[in-house]
């Protein structure tokens, strides 16, 4: 069975860090790009962002949100992925999940260009930021 | 960055009916465009993707349609099991933005 589950989630004062883990199962991890996704309370998706596949140089992208303060890193050989948030903020408040990202691919006349979607995601851990 | 809206934001209809969700993209996004339902209390679930591709085990009364700003996510006969909260996303560059959702519930 496919699966995705989050842990590290807790209550941390405002200008901390925390760290979340992602720990996959049941597909071959390094295979794909991972997310994560964040929802306020009573509130929408908001995307966070993602790490490619070691193929595509394991490269990162973030939300604007936390570029600077998130970092997203993966360890194959333990099939995790994890989050990093340094300098808190009340407003980063949330459940977050993490999900696995197969890509659409198209061909270019210049190359393959590859689309990242969301198909599986993880039950969430949830992050209090306050004092 | 591009945004994404939905209309409407929230509907109510009766079991059976057809019900329209559009998203629209603030500028082209091709058909790099998913559908997730979220059911109250519980994990998004991804539905359709490249703006039309059924996910595997979602059932046949979703379906998806639209290219470059306009798409729309239909379930041709609502039943009580889609009371849920979708939303779009679009991916065809980063950030991959959601939109805000529109929230459907059974009258």
């Known amino acids: 069975e496919v699966q995705l589950v989050e842990s590290g989630g807790g209550l941390v004062q405002p200008g901390r860090s925390l760290r979340l883990s992602c720990t996959a199962s049941g597909f071959t991890f390094g295979d794909y790009a991972m997310s994560w996704v964040r929802q306020a309370p009573g509130q929408g998706l908001e995307w966070v962002g993602f790490?490619?596949?070691?193929?595509?140089?394991?490269?990162?992208e973030y939300a604007a949100s936390v570029k600077g303060r998130f970092t997203i890193s993966r360890d194959d050989s333990k099939s995790v992925a994890y989050l990093q948030m340094n300098s808190l903020k009340t407003e980063d408040t949330a459940v977050y999940y993490c999900t696995r990202d197969p890509a659409s691919v198209t061909k270019f006349f210049s190359g393959n260009y590859y689309y990242y979607y969301m198909d599986v995601w993880g039950q969430g851990t949830t992050v209090t930021v306050s004092s | 960055d591009i945004q994404m809206t939905q209309s409407p934001s929230s509907l109510s209809a009766s079991v059976g009916d057809r019900v329209t969700i559009t998203c629209r993209a603030s500028q082209g996004i091709s058909n790099y465009l998913a559908w997730y339902q979220q059911k109250p209390g519980k994990v998004p679930n991804l539905l359709i993707y490249d703006a039309y591709t059924l996910q595997s085990g979602v059932p046949s009364r979703f379906s998806g349609s639209g290219s470059g700003t306009d798409f729309t996510l239909t379930i041709s006969s609502l039943q009580p099991e889609d009371v849920a909260t979708y939303y779009c996303?679009?991916?065809?560059?980063?950030?991959?933005?959601f939109g805000p959702g529109t929230k459907v519930d059974i009258k």
């Open positions: 996303q679009k991916y065809n560059s980063v950030p991959r933005t």
């Open positions: 790490i490619r596949s070691k193929v595509f140089g394991g490269a990162t």
